[in-house]
């Protein structure tokens, strides 16, 4: 090219020009000047876009930090006058005695990743789990809570399929990787659930974490995405609410946070800190669920 500074300029020509021609370039008489530059594609800098990508990643964890502080601190919202409190909690490996006294509640959640990386906080947790003065308590395995020995002790508190506390229509899914199980699980998925309880989100629901020491990405069950998403289709078609009115999870300890879609509230409920756990660094989440027929959800803290 005769241009060294990359960008073209000079006269523009307007008879020259082909019908074809973008409108503003037509427009331009003869022996204007044209100024826009067109900036052609350069090779960037590998290390110059990982420093921006660190810089939106933590851009984006100071507002989400930002909103959960401002939550906390703001007026706590009306109590609903018939409703269950749900105290939820997830991902504590092996931390659970550093929380102080749970709040009071009527229906205890773990979404699962109680065990810590020593592999030896069975018991404990189970014997702190039954000290919980709750009227219900529920426990989702997660991905680290391997063989059928954390079943066989919870007992009864173990979810796996459908069940009820109180007025609330419950669901739980333990941990599966995406396949044959996972979908067989995430078909029984009933219709006008309360409380959906999983370990992994779904697909692209707060699931944003790191894949390795440089990258992040989206690493929820796209099998669960594909459930919800049929039966938010199924409810847009009936019109009235089919889909789980709220969805409780953990396992992506980044991903902390609400998010309201089609008629389910969707929370992560991790409590440990980003990466591999090595404290608690939220508390646990408070809602109250109507059973009045009202529907309505109101988060107390988080």
């Known amino acids: 090219m005769d241009h060294p500074d990359r960008s073209v300029r000079g006269p523009v020509v307007a008879a020259a020009l082909p019908a074809s021609a973008p409108r503003a370039l037509r427009r331009c008489r003869a022996g204007a000047f044209c100024t826009k530059r067109l900036h052609l594609p350069s090779a960037a800098s590998g290390v110059a876009v990982f420093a921006a990508t660190g810089r939106r990643v933590a851009r984006r964890r100071a507002r989400r930090a930002a909103t959960v502080r401002e939550e906390a601190q703001g007026a706590a919202p009306a109590e609903l006058s018939h409703a269950t409190r749900v105290v939820a909690i997830s991902d504590t490996h092996g931390f659970h005695r550093r929380f102080p006294r749970l709040p009071e ?3 205890l959640i773990h979404c699962g990743d109680a065990q810590g990386n020593s592999g030896s906080d069975l018991a404990d947790f189970v014997e702190w789990f039954r000290q919980q003065d709750f009227k219900h308590k ?3 395995r997660g991905n ?6 954390w079943k066989d002790r919870l007992g009864a508190v173990y979810l796996r399929g459908a069940t ?3 007025k609330l229509k419950l669901f739980g899914i333990p941990y599966q990787p995406d396949g044959f199980m996972q979908m067989a699980y995430s078909k029984q ?5 309360d409380l959906l309880v ?4 779904p697909h692209k629901m707060l699931d944003y974490a790191w894949a390795s020491s440089f990258r992040q990405e989206h690493i929820g069950s796209k099998t669960l995405k594909s459930a919800l998403g049929r039966l938010a289709h199924k409810s ?3 019109k009235r609410r089919l889909s789980p009115r709220v969805h409780l999870f953990g396992h992506v300890h980044e991903g902390r946070g609400k998010l309201e879609k089609n008629g389910t509230l969707f929370l992560n409920v991790s409590n440990a800190n980003p990466g591999m756990a090595r404290t608690l660094q939220h508390p646990c989440v408070v809602l109250d669920i109507a059973t009045d027929g009202s529907g309505d959800v109101r988060v107390v803290s988080m």
Do not use: A
């Open 236 to 238: 847009r078609i009936n």
């Open 144 to 149: 680290h809570e391997k063989g059928r020995e």
């Open 164 to 166: 009820h506390c109180g």
């Open 105 to 107: 509640g009527d229906l």
């Open 198 to 201: 999983t370990h992994e989100p």
């Open 189 to 193: 998925i009933p219709e006008q659930l």
């Open 138 to 140: 529920i426990f989702v």
